[in-house]
């Protein structure tokens, strides 16, 4: 086996090691029974990618962006009659 050869192949384990360690903690940590945005935010932080969090929760990488931006943008939203600014 060549030297790229082992390198490919390290790269190859050490990513299925990581994303089974982040499956495990997504399920030690009860994340399993929460919504998609919870879980996929949850793994987004631990560096996965929204393809690979996708793959553990057991969606689209779609589904898994559009559930993190609804959860970012929902505590953005204004109180219905909230004055804005520079409007007379």
């Not at 089974?20 to 987004?44: I, P």
């Not at 929760?57 to 993190?68: D, K, R």
Request: hydrophobic share 35%; with cysteine.
């Amino acid at each position: 086996m060549t030297n790229q050869g082992r390198t490919e192949d390290l790269a190859h384990w050490t990513s299925v090691i990581a994303k089974a360690l982040a499956y495990l903690c997504l399920h030690q940590g009860d994340l399993r029974k929460e919504d998609v945005a919870t879980q996929a935010e949850f793994l987004t932080g631990l560096g996965l990618t929204n393809a690979e969090a996708a793959g553990i929760i057991g969606t689209t990488a779609g589904t898994v962006q559009v559930s993190l931006s609804k959860a970012k943008n929902k505590g953005k939203r204004k109180p219905k009659g909230a004055a804005t600014r520079g409007k007379s």
